[in-house]
């Protein structure tokens, strides 16, 4: 029987390794890498909106592998239905009763491929799934596998055939990333490196799922001082009364703040969390929970630069001295 593994070596060193083994396929994307992590280690979703080639899928597979979770791979097109995703309930011959069928959804990893070109009805199959890590089908509650992770990826809207994706749902998403084309050194080193992309099935991983749930519980006892939630919250509340903004963050938005915030600090070997936690997550945790008014966005205003304004504006926490638990 394995020893488990935080028995014997610190969570920053087990981040660290995780880290260094998905930079062989992602090759100069550390801080999305880092990113991606600390929305995993919330227990959390991740929507990935960028162009296609750059490694969206390559992220979720290795993800997955490295913490030792099955990953499933749903195409989401306009004529996928619920019961698609969540599971059906057939007629069994023999014995004249009805069984359920579990759908793709019970993995603890599931990759959801161009989600906004699926229908509203089909996207809101997924709602309960994201929060409360259960699904309901004829009136019968199944708990999904833990951990359970729903990786989405998105198309521009731009794009003929898209839909966009309720607010519920996007507040359900711990973060947005955006991956974006290698430098050229990077994408050259990518070429070198085809067969590893190939080979990730074949990895080692370093962690087990149920060691991953102990990084998320050792993640979640982080210590938030109270001028910290205080920051987070003045942050969150200030997009809610902002002028250009037609919805603002909401609770669960703070909530997910000073998750993050608090992953990033155990990523960083720390007990406690900082300020700079909150700064250099609060762009990725909060964007896609925005959403500028109608007048706003003919005047050509931007999400993200609202948010810079706001984060130049909410008085920083001075922290002399920090206690931890």
């Not at 990518?190 to 991983?205: F, H, N, S, T, Y």
């Not at 003045?234 to 997009?239: R, V, W």
């Not at 938005?253 to 909150?278: E, F, N, W």
Request: aromatic share 6%; glycine share 4%.
């Amino acid at each position: 029987m394995r020893v488990p593994i935080l028995l014997y070596d610190e969570p920053a060193k087990i981040l660290e390794r995780i880290a260094q083994q998905l930079e062989k396929v992602l090759i100069g994307k550390k801080d999305v890498i880092e990113k991606a992590l600390i929305a995993m280690l919330t227990g959390g979703h991740l929507l990935l909106e960028d162009a296609p080639g750059v490694g969206k899928t390559l992220l979720a597979r290795a993800l997955a592998q490295s913490m030792g979770c099955d990953l499933k791979r749903l195409q989401c097109t306009p004529d996928l239905m619920p019961s698609d995703i969540t599971g059906v309930s057939v007629l069994n011959p023999l014995t004249h009763e009805f069984e359920f069928r579990q759908g793709p959804l019970f993995t603890s990893f599931i990759l959801a491929d161009e989600l906004n070109r699926t229908t509203p009805k089909t996207q809101a199959a997924l709602l309960e799934a994201m929060e409360e890590r259960k699904v309901s089908v004829d009136g019968v509650t199944y708990a999904l596998p833990q951990p359970f992770h729903l990786i989405a990826t998105q198309n521009s809207l731009d794009y003929e055939g898209t839909y966009p994706l309720p607010e519920a749902q996007l507040d359900r998403f711990m973060m947005r990333l955006s991956i974006g084309y290698p430098a050229i050194q990077d994408e050259v080193r990518m070429l070198e490196r085809v067969r590893e992309q190939r080979a990730i099935e074949e990895w080692k991983p370093v962690v087990l799922p149920e060691e991953w749930l102990l990084l998320e519980r050792e993640a979640a006892a982080i210590h938030v001082d109270q001028s910290i939630k205080v920051y987070i919250v003045g942050l969150t509340s200030s997009t809610r009364n902002h002028p250009f903004l037609r919805s603002g963050a909401s609770p669960r938005a703070s909530y997910a703040l000073m998750r993050a915030a608090q992953a990033r600090a155990l990523m960083q070997g720390r007990s406690y969390v900082i300020p700079d936690d909150v700064k250099m997550l609060s762009i990725d945790v909060l964007s896609h929970r925005l959403a500028l008014t109608p007048q706003a966005e003919m005047a050509g205003h931007d999400v993200l630069h609202i948010l810079h304004e706001i984060l130049k504006q909410v008085v920083t926490p001075f922290m002399s001295h920090v206690s931890s638990r």
